[in-house]
Structure formats: structure tokens, C-alpha cells
């Protein structure tokens, strides 16, 4: 079996959080905001607040910071992380992103090393295990 380049890893990363975020968006909604059902006023993330066809909820109102935080990564943000992901993956100047099997980035400092952040994401992404729905 080939080994992956990390170019490799980073667009593969990007199509399934494209994928992902594209799922997500119902009718062309691809940005989330938080806001409160009308009911019993619980703290909710909704793709539109008159008409909402995503609705997350939390059942307890000290947990609004959870709901901010997926409002925050929405599928709009999902999108752009795609395409962030994707130009990392297409910098010619990096020949590491072409080498099977590369860990240069692997030690880098996530925080000044935009391929090793990259790359980090995009190995989480890339384990990521969806379930299929139950029944
Ligand atoms: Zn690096």
C-alpha cells in the first residue's frame, strides 16, 4: 500500500469537511447563529431564527457556550476550513506536502507552522467515523 504525501492527507481532509459541510446546510443556510426556542426559551443553534430547519439544543442553559461554539463552526466555517486546508495542501514551495510518508511538520509548532496545524486537523478529520443512522 502507497503511503499518503501529506498533500495527499490535507485534500482528502478537505473533501470530506467540504462534503460534510455542504450536508449540513439545508435550502443554501450555511450560516448558524444561537438563539432560544420560543417555548420554554432553552438555548438552541438554528440555521434561521423565523424559520428554523437546524435546530440544536442544550438543556441547560450554562451550557450557551457550547452552543456558541457550533454556531461558530457552521458549515460556512466548515467550507472555508475546507478550502484553508486545500491551499495549505498546494503550497509548490513545500516539498515535505509531496513526500509519502513526510513527518517534517510532525514536531512543528502548530502555532507558527501552518502545515503541521493543518495537518493536524486534517488527520482528525480524516479518522473521523461516522454512524450510520439508527433506526
Ligand atoms: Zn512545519
Redesign the pocket.
Known sequence: MTRQTPGDELRAAATRLRTLANAAAHDGRHTWTTANTLGSKSPVVVDDEQTPSVLIESFASRLEDVNRYIAALDPKAGLLLADLLESVSCDADDS?LDDPGSE??DA??KTV????AALALARILNALETKEPTT
Not at 507552522?113 to 503541521?116: F, G, I, L, Q, T
Request: hydrophobic residues 20%; contains cysteine.
Open positions: 515535505a517534517r511538520h512543528c509548532d507552522c501552518a502545515p503541521s
